[in-house]
């Protein structure tokens, strides 16, 4: 199963559980990315996920990998022909580049965000991946929006790692093999 989700997903096959042995025990976590941790809360709500935006979960709450449709794959540039989605009951880690913001889709005003924001969403959401047509949202060099309708929230990051890699290229010293 890791090998499959890892396949599928772009995450991790290798997810470390750890156990408090003693009342009032911590356990930090900290992703790869500086930005926001959210806890969703799992159970009559589920939650699908983009690439990257797990962070940790209780042991009743996992996900599985749901198969998209081929526009969506096509498109989507992160999750291929899969999403992941929630299960079970209890507290999920989610994380962003920057803040995480939530914003509520209402079945009268459905929203587009650029899918290099898009973090998680209701799974009871219906999102569609299209080409941006330069109306409300964040930009990207993809020109792609995640369209959704139907009633839920969606949680998006502020920031966009791809641009900062673009900003910071002129940056960066590339060694000359000749030197």
């Known amino acids: 199963g890791a090998i499959g989700r890892s396949l599928t997903s772009g995450e991790s096959m290798f997810i470390t559980q750890a156990t408090g ?3 009032g025990g911590q356990i930090g976590v900290a992703p790869a990315i500086p930005g926001e941790i959210v806890k969703l809360s799992v159970g009559k709500q589920q939650y699908c996920l983009n690439t990257g935006a797990f962070l940790a979960s209780d042991d009743s709450v996992s996900y599985k990998m749901r198969s998209q449709k081929l526009s969506k794959a ?24 920057g803040d995480l913001v939530e914003l509520t889709v209402t079945s009268d005003k459905p929203i587009s965000i650029d899918n290099e924001h898009v973090i998680a969403w209701d799974s009871s ?16 060099g993809e020109g792609l929006v995640n369209h959704f309708t139907g009633d839920g929230k969606v949680l998006i990051q502020t920031r966009n ?6 900003a910071l290229q002129p940056f960066i010293v590339e060694k000359n093999s000749n030197s």
């Open 74 to 97: 096509a498109f989507g540039g992160t999750g291929g022909f899969f999403v992941m989605e929630t299960e079970g009951e209890g507290d999920m880690l989610v994380n962003a580049f």
């Open 125 to 140: 959401l219906d999102y569609d991946i299209q080409v941006a047509s330069g109306m409300f949202g964040f930009t990207s």
């Open 161 to 166: 790692l791809h641009s900062l890699a673009e």
């Open 21 to 23: 042995d003693a009342d």
